[in-house]
C-alpha cells in the first residue's frame, strides 16, 4: 500500500522528507525485525524506547519512520511521519494495511479476571464441532485452522494480532475466539478489532501493578464492551454476554450501546441460568433454563466456576445462530483445557490436577471444588510470580491455600530477582496455620508432593499451568509442567 494511502486513515501531526511513490506491505516496533517495504514506529514503552532505535532501523533497511518526538538526528534521509500516539497509531494503521480482516469473521472476545482460556476453547470446541474453521487467539497458543502458533502473550500486539487475523482470512477461518486481557485493552492491543459479541466471565483481585486499583481494572475490562459500538455487522446486532452474578456487570450494562444477553446461576433473570448442578466421577451435569425451556447438560469440566464458563459458552454458540441443542451435544465431547483442571493419568494411588489458578479467586474455586469430590487429603503446591507483578494478593492467596488444603508446599513460580523466601513469607504473613513446607525448586517440589502421597490423596500443582517457560531473574527458561510431571512419574515407575 503507498503511504500516502496508508497515512490518510490517521491524523498526522507533520511529515519530514518525501513519501511520494513510498510503499508500505509492513509495519515493525522491533527494529530488528525489519522486512522489504517497512514502516518502523517508535513505541514508548515502560523499560525500552524505540525512538532509541532509530538509527538500527534505518540501517536495517526501514523505509519510513512514525515517531512522536524527534528523532531528526537519527532517521538520516529516511522520511518521518510524527504522530500524538504512536500505540493507538500503530493498531490502526496495521488494521488498515490488512485490509480490517475482522470484519471478514465472525469475532468473540472474553475478558474477565478467570475463565477466559477454558470458555475461549469451550467456543472453539463448540463452532469447530459444528463444522466451522477457527481461529483462536489466548494465552496457551494461537491456532490458524489446524496451525498452533507458540506464545508468550495472552493478547499480541495490535500489528501482530491484525497479522494473525489477516491470516485466518487468507486460511478461510470463519470465526476468531479471543482472549483479551487487561493489558490488551490498556495497551491499545486490540485497536481496530470489529468484534461481533464480547465475553464477560467476572472481576477479582488481579494485576493491580498495572491497574493500581480494582477500579481502575473494571474501567479497563469495560473498554471491550463500549467498543462495541450499536452499528451493525453482517447484518446482525453486535452483542454483550455479561455474567449477571458478578457485581461489575451492571455497571458496564449502564454503558453497553449493543444488545446484551445474562447468563448465571445465582440471578434466576439471567438469560441463560443454570440450577440442580451435580458432578461425579470427574464428569458434571445441570439443568439449563433458556426460553422457558429446560435442557439437560452434561460436560467432562467440573466445578461450579466451569458452569459459568460453559454458560458462557453456550451464549456464544447462540449469538451465532448455533441450536442449543447442537451446543448441547458439542458440549459432551469437550475434553478440557491443558493446564487448567488437568486430570495427570498415572499408576499412583493419588489423584495428580495440574491447574494455572495464581490469583486468590481462581484458587478458591478450584479447592472448593477438589474439597467436594471424595478424598483423603489435599496437598497443594504453589508459589507466586516475582518482579513487577501484583505482590498485593499473596497474603489472600496463602491464607487460601492453607485453610484449604490439608498439606502446602510453597515453590518457585516465576520469582524473576525475588527471592522465594520474600515470596513465602508474604503468601503466609495473614494465616497463623502451619501446615507447610518450603521446597524452592519446582521440580524438586514436585518430587517431594508425591512422595508424601497417600492413598485417594489429591495433589494440586497450582500456578502454571500450561505455561511454557519459568522465569528466572531476566531469563525464559522453558519449562513444562505436565512434561516434569511426567518425568518424574516415570523415573518412579508410575507412569
Excluded at 524506547?49 to 532509530?54: A, E, I, K, L, N
Aim: glycine residues 6%.
Amino acid at each position: 500500500m503507498l503511504a500516502n494511502e496508508l497515512l490518510s486513515f490517521i491524523k498526522v501531526k507533520k511529515i519530514y522528507g518525501n513519501i511520494e511513490n513510498i510503499n508500505i506491505d509492513y509495519i515493525s516496533q522491533d527494529n530488528r525485525n525489519i522486512k522489504e517495504n517497512t514502516a518502523f514506529i517508535c513505541i514508548e514503552g515502560n523499560t525500552v524506547d524505540g525512538h532509541s532505535f532509530v538509527e538500527s532501523a534505518v540501517k536495517n533497511g526501514a523505509k519510513l519512520l512514525i515517531a512522536s518526538k524527534d528523532v531528526s538526528d537519527k532517521s538520516g534521509d529516511i522520511p518521518v511521519v510524527y504522530v500524538k500516539d504512536t500505540l493507538k497509531v500503530m493498531g490502526l494503521l496495521a488494521n488498515v494495511l490488512y485490509q480490517c480482516p475482522s470484519e471478514k469473521l465472525f469475532m468473540v472476545g472474553i475478558t474477565g479476571t478467570n475463565g477466559k482460556t477454558t470458555t475461549s476453547y469451550l467456543i472453539n470446541h463448540i463452532f469447530e464441532t459444528c463444522n466451522m474453521k477457527t481461529g483462536l487467539i489466548g494465552t496457551i497458543h494461537h491456532k490458524i485452522g489446524n496451525r498452533i502458533i507458540p506464545t508468550k502473550n495472552t493478547t499480541p500486539i495490535s500489528v501482530d494480532l491484525q497479522g494473525f487475523l489477516n491470516e485466518m482470512v487468507v486460511e478461510n477461518c470463519k470465526c476468531c475466539v479471543m482472549e483479551v486481557s487487561s493489558h490488551a485493552l490498556a495497551l491499545d492491543r486490540v485497536l481496530g478489532c470489529d468484534f461481533d459479541c464480547a465475553i464477560f466471565t467476572n472481576l477479582s483481585h488481579e494485576h493491580l501493578e498495572l491497574h493500581k486499583t480494582m477500579e481502575n481494572y473494571a474501567n479497563t475490562k469495560e473498554l471491550l464492551f463500549t467498543q462495541l459500538g450499536h452499528n451493525l455487522k453482517n447484518g446482525k446486532l453486535k452483542t454483550a454476554i455479561l455474567n449477571s452474578d458478578d457485581e461489575y456487570s451492571k455497571k458496564y450494562a449502564e454503558h453497553i450501546p449493543s444488545e446484551i444477553i445474562t447468563y448465571g446461576i445465582n440471578d434466576k433473570n439471567a438469560d441463560f441460568f443454570a440450577d440442580n448442578i451435580s458432578f461425579d466421577d470427574w464428569k458434571m451435569r445441570f439443568d439449563l433454563h433458556f426460553l422457558d425451556e429446560v435442557y439437560k447438560v452434561e460436560t467432562n469440566l467440573v466445578g461450579v466456576f466451569n458452569v459459568y464458563n460453559v454458560l458462557a459458552g453456550i451464549c456464544a454458540g447462540y449469538v451465532k445462530g448455533i441450536s442449543i441443542q447442537d451446543i448441547i451435544e458439542a458440549l459432551k465431547s469437550f475434553s478440557g483445557v491443558s493446564g487448567r483442571m488437568e486430570i495427570v493419568q498415572s499408576n499412583e494411588n493419588f489423584k495428580i490436577i495440574i491447574d494455572f489458578a495464581h490469583t486468590p479467586d481462581g484458587l478458591t474455586n478450584v479447592l472448593e471444588t477438589l474439597n467436594k469430590v471424595p478424598h483423603n487429603r489435599i496437598i497443594t503446591l504453589i508459589g507466586h510470580s516475582g518482579g513487577n507483578r501484583d505482590s498485593s494478593m499473596r497474603p489472600d492467596l496463602g491464607k487460601i491455600a492453607l485453610e484449604n488444603s490439608d498439606e502446602v508446599i510453597f515453590t518457585s513460580d516465576n520469582p524473576r530477582h525475588e527471592s522465594i523466601s520474600k515470596i513465602v513469607s508474604e503468601l503466609v504473613s495473614n494465616c497463623d496455620k502451619n501446615n507447610y513446607t518450603v521446597v524452592e525448586d519446582r521440580k524438586k517440589a514436585i518430587e517431594y508432593a508425591f512422595e508424601i502421597g497417600r492413598e485417594n490423596d489429591i495433589v494440586l500443582l497450582a500456578g502454571k499451568g500450561a505455561e511454557p517457560y519459568q522465569v528466572i531473574g531476566d531469563e525464559y527458561f522453558p519449562y513444562s509442567e505436565i512434561e516434569t510431571v511426567k518425568e518424574i512419574l516415570k523415573n518412579r515407575n508410575k507412569f
